[in-house]
């Protein structure tokens, strides 16, 4: 007699066998992502008698980039429709942890996929994207200096969504929500928003705008965002809360150099008197080739904080850094560096801090 262990088996591999074939002719899936180790001297600005100010020597991770891995499937639908998904998480490749950063001050831990987690639709149309997604103004930061989206290296990101940036919707945003149109002419628009998702109406949605055009070696952008709730690892706002971002770029292919420039300002609205502050921002860089193989990178960043009226504080604060790069690709996927850079809150007792650092990042 045949045992129903047996039937089921039977019918589970045939059941595989007529499916995946065609499954696998229509789709296919890809594993990806980023690793980024290196050693050095660490040192932020800080105070004199404070412990921020000493320099630390260790073996880190994610200066230039993020570590991350991902996977990404797609499936064509025909008459040029297309869908995916996305999955990406962050991770440390020092320790092995995930993450950017374990919790701390005001921000909590990452989710495990605080990188992306979405499922998009393309066509004539444009391109839908549901899901945790990359923030359309962390985009354009990223895009116009020239390192990219390097948290420890880049002053432009450093002073946005990095250590020393008062940004309160993070590089990505959950429940969200956008919509870019084709490109037309070299130009490309986008629409984003995040529900807030409070059952008792302490948060509201955030909107961000933004738009592209490239024309040769010319590459101008415009982003604005209204920030009324906040996902992990940010803290939450609260009712009568927001923030806007705007931020304008721009960056020219002169041959010699890639030259790079950024403005923007965040202003913060309905907080507590102590924190009732408009930041001013700009940030210049190039990226010249040196060879094939190697350029020198070199950006500098300044952000201006104001207390606006009602609040208790009157101290304008500055902060600028500057960061010298040399980049070396061995191949199309894996390049060196040794990069120096000078971290400088302007604030009375405050003392400059230098970074050094030699690292490897290998995308894969």
Request: charge should be positive.
């Amino acid at each position: 007699m045949v045992s129903k262990k047996y039937i089921y088996r039977t019918l589970m591999a045939a059941f595989f066998c007529a499916f995946m074939p065609a499954a696998q002719a229509q789709s296919n899936m890809t594993l990806y992502g980023a690793l980024n180790v290196e050693f050095g001297s660490y040192q932020i600005s800080g105070t004199a008698i404070g412990t921020d100010n000493k320099h630390l020597t260790k073996v880190d991770s994610n200066s230039m980039v993020t570590s991350y891995i991902g996977f990404k499937g797609t499936e064509s639908l025909g008459d040029g429709l297309s869908a995916g998904f996305v999955l990406e998480s962050f991770l440390r490749p020092d320790t092995g942890a995930a993450g950017r950063n374990d919790a701390g001050g005001i921000k909590t831990a990452d989710v495990f996929w605080g990188r992306a987690s979405n499922v998009w639709l393309q066509g004539g149309f444009g391109k839908l994207t549901l899901g945790r997604q990359a923030n359309l103004l962390f985009g354009q930061v990223v895009a116009f200096n020239p390192f990219g989206g390097a948290f420890g290296l880049s002053p432009a990101v450093r002073l946005t969504y990095g250590k020393w940036g008062n940004d309160r919707g993070d590089s990505s945003w959950s429940n969200a929500a956008s919509y870019s149109t084709p490109t037309m002419a070299g130009f490309t628009a986008t629409a984003q928003a995040q529900a807030g998702e409070a059952t008792n109406g302490s948060e509201g949605a955030s909107y961000a705008l933004g738009g592209t055009y490239v024309s040769g070696p010319l590459a101008l952008a415009a982003g604005w965002q209204t920030v009324r709730s906040a996902s992990e690892p940010m803290p939450n706002l609260t009712a009568g809360q927001r923030q806007t971002f705007g931020l304008l770029n721009a960056s020219y292919d002169a041959g010699f150099a890639k030259l790079f420039a950024e403005w923007g300002q965040i202003k913060n609205h309905g907080y507590s008197t102590g924190t009732r502050i408009n930041t001013t921002l700009f940030q210049l860089g190039a990226a010249v080739p040196v060879t094939k193989a190697s350029k020198v990178l070199i950006s500098y960043g300044e952000s201006t904080e104001k207390p606006t009226e009602g609040s208790t504080s009157t101290v304008v604060t500055r902060h600028n850094i500057l960061t010298l790069a040399y980049d070396y690709w061995l191949s199309k996927r894996t390049d060196t560096y040794a990069a120096v850079m000078m971290d400088n809150e302007m604030l009375t007792g405050f003392k400059k801090g230098y970074t050094y650092v030699v690292g490897m990042r290998h995308a894969f």
